[in-house]
Each structure stands twice: as C-alpha cells, then as structure tokens.
C-alpha cells in the first residue's frame, strides 16, 4: 500500500514537472524561436506554448523597440579635431528568427557595429559639421547601421548624437575663431556701410549740381537745425555763392 501511494506521488511529481517544462507563457510583445532536436521548426506565440522537453528547445526573443547607448568614443575629425562623441539607438526586432540564428548576440553585434560606424562617418567630417549638421550625420549613422542589421532580422529606427565633447585648449580655440569672426563680419558690415554711403553721396552731389538753388534750400535748412540748440557757440561758413549776386551788384553799382 505504502509502495502503490509512493509510486503514485512519484509519478504526479514528474507528470507536473513535465507540465512546468512544456507550458510556456509568451507575452504580446515577445515570440519564442523553437528547434526541433536542434534544427529550427518555427516562431511560436504569443500565448500558451507548449515545448516537448528533450526535443523542443525554445529562445525567447523581445520584439520592443530597444534602447542601446553607445559608449563614449574618440574620435579624430578631418580636420584634425580630437573629440569624444557617444549617442543612443533605437532598434527593434522584426524577423526573431534571423535575430537567433544568423548572429550570436544580436544586442552585442548591435552595439559594437554601431560603435564602428560612429567613428567611422564622423570621421570623414570637419568638428563645424559635427556640431552644426547633427540631425544629417544621425541619418547617415541610421542608413549605415539599418543596411547592415537588416540581414540580422533588426530594424534601426533612429540613432541620435547626444554629445560632442572637446578638451579645454579646443574649447578656447573655437573661441577665438569665433571673436575673429564676429569682428571680420563687423568690418565687412561697417565697409558695406560705408559703401553704401557714398554711392548715395555721390547720387545726391549728382542731383544737387543740377539744379544750384537746391544748394541753397538745402544750407537754409542746415541752419535751421543748428539754429535749434542754443548751448553751443557754433561757427559755420558762408557759401560764396550767396554772396555772389550782391558782389555783382556792387561792382555794377
């Protein structure tokens, strides 16, 4: 009796084992990649799996976007520039079983080809280009890298450049690029403007010559301004040819 009730207890142990072993519960968001005695048989799930152990083998693969940061790398721009740049990928699983059986460690192979290819097309670029043109070099790093993982089952929606670090000799060297530019563009300006002054000078002389009573009209009006402020003693000259007619009627008279 004793034996009948151990046996028994036996057999329920292994009867819920093997229930434990063979149920498997998926997620929305995950699929299991199943062999059949090591080859692979299909993608199951989500739901209620069921796993024939010793049989069937199964790997449970993530299909959320996933966020991978890429660590800090050093960077040698083309012009010369030591920088350190790290960014962040955003990538997600699409063919779970291209992602298990055509490279080890998807996660791993991601990382480190995206390491690779963020040095590599930042450094055919120029330090102004890595800090002005961010949101182009981020779509080159994407194509790169979604081409690449694309063979892998892995889609790379978008790869964003966070930082651009320079050393502190960089840092003041930009500096003084920048005063000198921003006074090169001030004398550029303050020649235009003189540029411009004198073609309007010259047009107005143009104008003035034609037509001698506007000369006048034009000093009776400068007078009248200066007339305005009386806290200053102001010396003007008299233009000759106001006085011209009345030296003409002098020597008549």
Do not use: C
Not at 32 to 57: A, E, S
Not at 199 to 223: D, F, G, H, M
Not at 228 to 236: A, E, M, W, Y
């Amino acid at each position: 009796m004793i034996m009948t009730l151990y046996f028994y207890a036996v057999i329920l142990f292994l009867l819920i084992a093997f229930l434990a072993s063979a149920l498997k519960i998926l997620r929305e968001y995950e699929r299991g990649v199943v062999f059949m005695l090591g080859r692979f048989w299909r993608v199951k799930g989500p739901g209620l799996i069921i796993i024939i152990p010793v049989i069937q083998q199964f790997v449970r693969v993530d299909l959320r976007t996933i966020v991978l940061d890429v660590p800090s790398q050093d960077v040698i721009s083309r012009d010369n520039v030591s920088v350190k740049v790290n960014a962040v990928v955003y990538f997600r699983v699409l063919d779970p079983e291209r992602a298990i059986i055509q490279v080890e460690d998807y996660m791993a192979a991601t990382s480190q080809l995206a390491q690779t290819t963020l040095r590599s097309v930042l450094g055919q670029h120029e330090l102004d280009e890595m800090l002005a043109e961010r949101e182009r070099l981020n779509n080159d790093v994407r194509n790169i890298l979604d081409q690449q993982t694309d063979t892998w089952g892995i889609k790379v929606s978008n790869v964003e450049i966070k930082h651009v670090d320079l050393d502190d000799s960089m840092i003041r060297a930009i500096a003084r690029q920048a005063e000198a530019e921003r006074a090169r563009r001030a004398k550029v300006i303050h020649a235009q403007g003189e540029q411009q002054a004198a073609e309007k000078l010259v047009e107005a002389a143009r104008i003035l010559s034609e037509q001698p009573q506007a000369i006048q009209l034009r000093y009776l009006e400068t007078l009248t301004e200066v007339a305005g402020d009386k806290s200053h003693t102001l010396v003007f000259p008299l233009p000759m040819d106001l006085l011209e007619p009345l030296l003409k009627r002098k020597e008549r008279d």
